[in-house]
């Protein structure tokens, strides 16, 4: 795997994923691979945006999303607006610890996009400001600084999942 590769169905597929899961900058690789086999669980398309804390061909990703990650259709692609251009219909639902609203709070459709930041810093401010009343977050007790990435990508996916009945 090379992070230039696109994964993505052959043009002219009629596959279309069920979510577009994606990861800013994500950091851990163990986190990235468990949410690949969630996205491969559910048929949602995963989307890395550069950069990534680790290579694409660590064996730590490997390991965490063992032999699903050749199921897996995703992306690596060099900024959030390259994602935004490429899916100009799909609702955006950032997820942050800043969020207002609760996962059950909003209507999740297929096609829309969850956009989780990286695992030590989260998601910009500006693109925080930019969808403000699309900004989602698990609730938690005060104890708790945040939710471990994947755990938090794989609860929003399938409270969306089971909100318009997906998987079946």
């Known amino acids: 795997m090379?992070?230039?590769?696109?994964?993505?169905?052959?043009?002219?597929?009629?596959?279309?994923?069920?979510?577009?899961v994606v990861l800013y900058q994500p950091e851990i690789p163990q986190n990235t691979g468990n949410i690949g086999r969630s996205c491969v669980a559910i048929g949602?398309?995963?989307?890395?945006?550069?950069p990534l804390g680790f290579q694409l061909d660590s064996r730590y990703l490997k390991r965490a999303g063992l032999d699903y990650w050749?199921?897996?259709?995703?992306?690596a692609v060099d900024s959030w607006d390259e994602v935004k251009r490429r899916l100009p219909n799909s609702n955006v639902f950032c997820l942050t610890k800043f969020g207002s609203k609760?996962?059950?709070?909003v209507s999740f459709a297929p096609g829309d996009i969850l956009l989780f930041g990286s695992e030590s810093s989260g998601l910009p401010v500006s693109i925080r400001g930019e969808y403000a009343g699309q900004c989602v977050r698990l609730p938690m007790r005060t104890q708790v600084r945040s939710l471990n990435l994947a755990s938090t990508a794989n609860a929003i996916m399938y409270e969306a999942v089971r909100q318009f009945g997906g998987l079946g």
Request: charged share 30%; proline share 17%.
């Open 44 to 50: 949602a398309k995963l989307w890395l945006i550069r």
């Open 2 to 20: 090379t992070p230039d590769e696109d994964h993505s169905p052959p043009p002219g597929d009629s596959h279309a994923p069920l979510l577009n």
């Open 70 to 75: 050749e199921h897996l259709d995703w992306e």
């Open 102 to 105: 609760h996962p059950w709070d």
